[in-house]
């Protein structure tokens, strides 16, 4: 027997997922601390009911997903709009070390991944479920890829890529402060005066209090920016498609939310993007997108792959830690700030930027404070490592 949900009780299940995600994580301290967000948390438990009422009912419950679908489209969107090239162009050495790293990272976890499968007679393209996908990607870009996915053939790709997205916060956040506390205290390392203050942010003006009508009036431009910036990507993915690479379908969004923003902060005078707007606008697509995402987990069909996976996550986490101890911890230069990168490294190299700022937040309290890292992890986490994970998965899928 099937029960066919509709978008809007759909939504409503995504929110509903939300709010108890908040509740469990407020009550379970060890899930805030690791930074496992309100709807996954949420989104598990409703899932996990499904998969119950459907092993002792046999009723199966199918959602309409397509207000997740306009949700993911407006989240990447943002993320076009918060990457600033100039503040990246600022950002020196350790910036564009940093970045040439995630690019090494997402090259090497499809690799692995891949060739993991391969060896184990299934398809290839199944290797990319437990690749960069969910790991440098995490659950937004797990679900947005799970469509072109099983597009290539990999069944159930929403379910094991938000499964294996799940691991990797876990993972990422158990690692990253010990891999970076052993290189701590065994090459002697401690934040000096001119480490911490080395890499100074732009002070940024406080912003004058805003009456309610021109806050709402903020908010209604940005959304009409992100719009205009979804209307050109959707003309920009038809060209796209036309190359034979497969891409995402929020991708031509994201490339004409990066355009628009940094051609107008180029031009001295002219129309500014409401980028802080934007901002927040995305982060609530997105926790209502994850929530739709992980309440809609069909977790009955991850049994057969158990093993195959449970491989694949356990050989990403040996890369990892042999990554960041002999690849990351030299090229960013074998100091302090190097050590507390190594971790943030950890933290969205396997889950999200939250996870890498809370891991290098508990290194600092314990060994020192170092400025360089927080500056350099948000902005490589903010976008650098979407848009580069997302063009070199597309290019991996296309080849296989």
Known sequence: MMIVLDHTITAALGVLALVLGRLINGKVKFLSRICIPDPVTGGLVVSSLSLALKAFTGVEISFDTSIQDICMLIFFTSIGFQCDLGAIKKGGRQLVVMIMLVAILIVLQNSVAVGIASSMGLDPVFGMVAGSIPMCGGHGTAA??????????????????????????????????????????????????????????????????????????????????????????SLLGKLLSMTGISFPSYFGSLVCAIVLRNVTDAVPKGIKMHSSEINKIGSVCLALFLGMAMCSLRLWELVDLALPLFIMLLSQVVLMIFFCRFIAFPMLGRNYSAAVLVGGVCGFGLGATPNAMANMSAICAKHGYSSVPFIIVPLVGASVVD???????????SFL
């Open 144 to 233: 947005g890829f799970s469509e072109l996915l099983e597009s290539n053939g990999v069944d159930n790709a929403r379910s094991i890529t938000m499964a294996t997205a799940t691991f990797g916060l876990i993972a990422g956040s158990l690692i990253g402060g010990p891999i970076a506390g052993r290189l701590i205290s065994r090459k002697h390392l401690s934040p000096d005066e001119k480490e911490s203050k080395g890499f100074e942010p732009e002070k940024i003006a406080e912003e004058k209090e805003l009456c309610e009508s021109e806050k709402m009036s903020r908010f209604t431009l940005a959304a009409f920016e992100i719009f205009i910036a979804m209307g050109l990507g």
């Open 387 to 397: 848009i580069m994970n997302i063009t070199v998965i597309s290019l991996f899928i």
